[in-house]
Structure formats: C-alpha cells, structure tokens
C-alpha cells in the first residue's frame, strides 16, 4: 500500500502530492515566520505583565487617594451637629468599604462581577424602570375618563416617553389645562369646514401674523352650539363627534369629581415624564430647574384644591411622587419651593416637612409654622390649628404646642389658653404654662424670638428692646453669652447699632447693666477666637468711615467702645482707618 492511500480522499478526488523539493524551498520562510510569531507572543505577554501591573498600581493609588478623601470628610463631618454625625460617618464607611470590594474586584480581574455595579446606579436604574412603568396606567386613566386629548399622542407615551416634550404634545398639553384644541387635530379629524365654528386664539395682525399651521390653536366660538346644526360640509357623524369634542372640552373646565380626576391624573403623568427625563439626561439637565421650577407646581396643584383645609388621601398621593425622587435634598427643594404665594400651599410645605424623613431644621421649624398659622393681631381657632396638626406625626405636636406657648405673635395669657384648647383637641394631656417651663426651654425660646427679629429686619430700637428686656429678667455668664452669640451671627451693622442703642433706657436715662454688657461685648470683638466676627465690623466700619467719616453711629460707636474699653477703642480707630479717640 503506497502513501497516498493514507490520505482521505475530498470531493474532487484525492489531494494532489507536494514535492519535496517545494516543501524544501518553504520551509526556510515558515520557520522565519514561526519564530516572529513566537517573539510577537512574547512581546505581548511582556506588555500585558507591564499593564497589569499598570493597572493594579492605579487601583492602589485610587484606593489611598479615597481613603485620604473619606479621612478628610471625617473630620469636616465631626463639626456638624451631634444628631447628624453618626449617620453621615457610617454612611462615609460604608462607602469606603464598596469601594475597596470593588477595587479588589477588579485587581483580581473580576471586572463583570455584578458587585462592581454602585447601589447608587442600582437604585437609579429601578426608579426609572417604575417611571416608565408608571406612563402606561396613568394615560390609560386619562382615555378611560374621556379627556380632551388627541388619542394618538396619549398612546404614544407609553412607547415612547421623551415624546411628551415634543412641540406637538406640549401644545395638547397647553390646549387641555386651557380648554382650547389644536387646529391641526380638528382639520385632520373633521376637515376645513370645521373650521368656522372655533375661534383662532394665534394669529395675531401685531405681534403673531403668520403663524405655522401646525402652531395655531382654536377655542370653540361661544354660539358653538347653535352654529353646529347649520354648517355645511359636515357629515352627521362628522357633527356628533365635534359635539362629543365640545362637551369633553367643557366638562374638563367645569368643578367635577370626573374634571378633578382628569386634572390628577394629568399631573401625576407629567410629574413622572418629567422625573423620568431628567434621571435619563442628568447630564445636560439642570436640577435646580426641575426640583425648584418644574415639580413644586405639580405636587401645589395636586394636593392644594379650592377647599379651606389639606386633604390627607392628597397628602399621600403627592408623597408617592415624591418618593421617586432618589435624592434628600432634591425631595427637600421641590417641599421648600411650594407655597411662594402663602395660604394652603405655605401650610402644605411645612406638614411636608414635618412628615419627610428627615426633618429639615427641626429646632425652628415648629415656630416657623405657628407664625405662618397665627397672623399678627389674631388668635387663630383651636379647632384651625389642630386639623392642620392631626396631620402632622404626633411626635411633633409637644414641640408645636411648646412652639405656641412661646410665640411671640399672642399674648402669654392667650397663648396659653390656645395651646390647653388644641392640646385638648388632639387628646394630649394640658401643658404647664411658660412660667412652668423648664429655664433651658424658656431661655431657647426667648433667644429664637430674638433671631427671628434680626431675620426679619425689625428695627435696631425694637431688637435693643428685646435684648434688653431678656437680660433684665435673667442677668447671667450664660445670657450674656447667648446675646453677644446672637450678635455676632447677624450683620455687622445690626451689632454696631444695637452696642449704640444698648445704653440708653426710653426715659433718657443709662441702663446700670450697660456698661457691664458693653464691656463684655467689646472685650469678646477684640478676642482672636471671634476673628471672623471683628473682620466683618472692622470692614463695615471701614466702608461707612470711606462714605461719611462723621457718620453719628461710627462715631458713637468708637465712642462707647472707649467708655468701657480704651485700648478695644484704640485698636478698632486705627484699624478702620480713623485718628485715635
């Protein structure tokens, strides 16, 4: 059996057999070839080696530099309030301790380890699939309540969600709120002889002559009803649906449970497109134009209706909007943007507060809520105040009530009387009076009233008043403390003024603590620790020095500072730039 019976034969027959001599003259080319490749195989296993350890230097790096930064946050966290800084530092470890899983995820080449994905993106990716999933049911709820809307655009939605912001459904969304309809739906729907019963609300001779057709919007002529049956043109079904158009448009703008329906399912829609958008281009969106501008709107209208009180199934509708925004803060901007006017949005934005995870300024809040509630001059009813608490967490209700026993909006015997009636209402037991009050509780809020007047821009004579009357009742190291703080965080001039003013009783006569007070107060300005405090004075000084060197509250100033302190006085007229005292 010769050799080329070993071969397995192919379709055409069996392979034809190489010379020795070809094979001879290749194989000086193949073994050149073979070693190239085997040098080029270890080439590349050199520069792999080189890139990994490459990378797994800039791991390392990433990871101390992180480490470094956490350490840093750390130590800016630990001068924040004592009840914020243990949530912030575990939250800063727990961080730290993703990051180094997955930077050592990725040093062991695990790079599609479903760890290395951040819960942040987790997170964000799960919100926006229940946004989407949010469209489909709220458009249907619009169909199935027979509102003025083209179907076509509402349908599409679902399918396509960045559609909403297209010209053509932002002019269905304008024409449904305002009860008009766009040109272009009633000729493709009912043709040009339609036309004659609606009026064009665009084109304008001055300022809008020739708008697109596309761009025009119509409102029905008032004597639609009449000029309908004398059309010519229309066919009957052509007529009974222009009908069915006009009573849909006037029932969505008449006060109804079906138009009041209509109305919160088109908010909660335009509430999630909107989120929805903005989570998918974070990178070109502004949030302060969606969280301060574009939502507050949206959760006002919902929950705020031409009713005197809040309703609370509203309430919850509006805070499960607001849950799917992932943020604290950003929750926390569209709350603190609602109620710019006042009235029943203003009282919305702070029971949002009060019910939010996290209450924003827990310490203020409950006594800026009774100012909003208690005008000046007038005793609300108890009745009032306790059905806008009911809806507060009752874990609040003793700090409010605490909050009115101390208002300074009512009389103390008022005051009191108010606080027992809606103490009562909500089935809490009678607080003691403020005289009963703890002397910590008593001094906090009298000290609060005092900012509030400075935050208001009352005027100096009345905050002087205040100041004064607080150390007359209780004249201590600790009031004294806790006035020259309260100065010292208020504007420069408001301090200037009040140290003027502090003196002098309204009978003409010296206040016989004063000097004491200014004393004090003059020794603390000049200290190093209350620098920042000294630098603020020093340049309002220098720039009221620079508009009138004689100016009666510069002058009196420097002229008290030197009653009680000479060389305090010295230092201030040489640092503002004046001839010493």
Same mark, same amino acid.
């Given at each position: ?91 800063? =470890? ?10 050592? *995820? ?114 029905? @002529? ?14 009957? @079904? ?27 399912? $088109?908010?909660?829609?335009? $509430? ?37 009180? #809040? ?21 926390? @901007?569209? =709350?603190?943007?609602?109620?710019? *006017? ?16 996290? !209450? ?26 306790? +059905? ?42 009678? #607080? ?34 205040? !100041?004064?009357?607080?150390?007359? *009742? ?19 001039? =408001? ?30 300005? +000049? ?21 009138? *060197? ?10 008290? =500072? ?13 640092? !503002? ?5």
């Amino acid at each position: 059996m010769d050799k080329d019976s070993f071969m397995s034969p192919t379709e055409n027959g069996p392979e034809p057999v190489v010379p020795v001599d070809e094979i001879q003259r290749s194989w000086h080319a193949l073994s050149l070839r073979v070693q190239q490749l085997e040098a080029e195989c270890t080439g590349l296993g050199q520069e792999n080696k080189a890139l990994r350890q490459l990378v797994e230097r800039v791991i390392e790096h990433r990871k101390k530099s992180h480490s470094e930064l956490v350490g840093v946050l750390n130590t800016l966290v630990s001068k924040l309030p004592i009840n914020d800084v243990g949530v912030v530092i575990s939250r800063l =470890v727990e961080h730290n301790n993703q990051v180094g899983e997955i930077c050592a *995820a990725l040093a062991g080449g695990k790079a599609d380890d479903p760890m290395l994905q951040p819960s942040l993106l987790v997170t964000l990716d799960k919100t926006k699939r229940e946004l989407a999933a949010a469209v489909k049911p709220l458009t249907d709820e619009l169909l199935r309540l027979d509102a003025p809307f083209e179907p076509g655009i509402l349908q599409g939605l679902s399918a396509q969600p960045e559609s909403f912001f297209a010209p053509t459904a932002v002019r269905a969304n304008r024409c449904f709120v305002k009860g008009q309809v766009p040109r272009e739906w009633i000729v493709r729907e009912f043709g040009e002889a339609a036309l004659p019963l609606f009026k064009d609300v665009t084109t304008d001779v001055k300022f809008n002559p020739r708008p697109k057709p596309e761009e025009i919007v119509l409102t029905f @002529a008032p004597d639609f009803e009449t000029l309908l049956p004398q059309q010519a043109g229309l066919m009957p @079904a052509q007529q009974a649906g222009l009908l069915a158009l006009y009573q849909k448009s006037r029932a969505s703008r008449t006060p109804s449970e079906s138009s009041r329906a209509q109305k919160n399912a $088109f908010l909660k829609l335009s $509430f999630v497109l909107e989120l929805l958008h903005y989570y998918n281009h974070q990178s070109t969106e502004s949030p302060d134009v969606i969280f301060a501008q574009r939502l507050p709107p949206l959760i006002e209208q919902l929950v705020v209706t031409n009713e005197d009180a #809040l309703d609370e199934a509203l309430i919850r509708q509006g805070e499960t909007l607001l849950a799917h925004i992932l943020g604290h803060d950003h929750r926390q @901007a569209v =709350v603190n943007n609602l109620g710019k *006017a006042g009235g029943l949005a203003k009282t919305l934005r702070f029971v949002l507060s009060f019910r939010a995870e996290k !209450i924003p300024d827990p310490v203020t809040l409950p006594g800026e809520l009774v100012k909003h509630l208690a005008p000046p001059g007038q005793v609300p009813p108890a009745a009032a105040l306790a +059905t806008v608490l009911r809806l507060i967490p009752a874990s609040q209700h003793p700090k409010i009530i605490a909050a009115i026993l101390g208002s300074d909006r009512l009389p103390k015997a008022e005051a009191e009387t108010l606080a027992k009636a809606v103490a009562r209402d909500l089935g809490l037991a009678e #607080l003691p009076s403020l005289s009963n009050l703890t002397p910590e509780k008593e001094q906090q809020f009298a000290w609060e009233r005092i900012k509030e007047m400075i935050t208001s821009r009352a005027a100096p004579a009345d905050l002087t008043a205040a !100041i004064r009357s607080r150390l007359h *009742a209780k004249y201590d190291v600790d009031e004294l403390r806790l006035s020259w703080l309260t100065l010292a965080e208020s504007d420069p001039l =408001v301090l200037v003024r009040v140290f003027c003013l502090l003196p002098y009783l309204p009978d003409g006569q010296t206040d016989p603590i004063a000097r004491a007070v200014l004393e004090s107060y003059a020794t603390r300005l +000049t200290h190093e620790k209350y620098a920042a405090t000294y630098t603020k004075v020093v340049g309002a000084l220098k720039n009221l020095h620079k508009v009138k *060197a004689d100016s009666p509250i510069l002058v009196n100033f420097i002229a008290l =500072v030197k009653w009680v302190d000479p060389e305090s006085a010295t230092k201030l007229a040489h640092d !503002i730039g004046m001839p010493p005292p």
